[in-house]
């Protein structure tokens, strides 16, 4: 069982089950909406991820995707797109044991910042990763 929240402790979630898709991705959105150089996510099974307490702010950061977060600290907790509507994103490092999670490679890199230097050794993909 994975359990984690926001940085204030008003949101908390539970996720059971497998992650997959565990990346680290450099789009602009994601920098944006995080106001970091890049978000680590995971992905879960919609119907194995569950808000056991407060409630997240949701937006449309896309025509097809949204976000959700905490409105009193900010903690970027999780993304949805149509594009997958069986499949929820959640911030690795939302985890309670964000090690528990590692990326398994890094998504975007076209967008990355000429300032991170990536050497971890981990696949890297201009885009999406392709199935």
Known sequence: MLKGGCFCGQ????????????TSCHCAICRRTTGAAFVT??????????IVSGEPKRFK?????????CAVC?????????DYPDEIDVTTCSLDDPESVPPKDHTYTRSRLGWIKLSDQ???HQKARTP
């Not at 996510?41 to 569950?50: C, D």
């Not at 950061?61 to 977060?69: I, K, V």
């Not at 900010?74 to 149509?82: D, I, M, R, S």
């Open 11 to 22: 949101i908390r979630y539970e996720a059971d089950g497998t992650p997959c898709n565990e």
């Open 74 to 82: 900010g903690t970027q907790l999780t993304f949805e797109t149509e």
């Open 122 to 124: 981990l696949p890297q």
């Open 41 to 50: 996510w995971f992905s879960m099974r919609r119907a194995q991820f569950r």
């Open 61 to 69: 950061s896309t025509a097809n995707a949204t976000r959700s977060f």
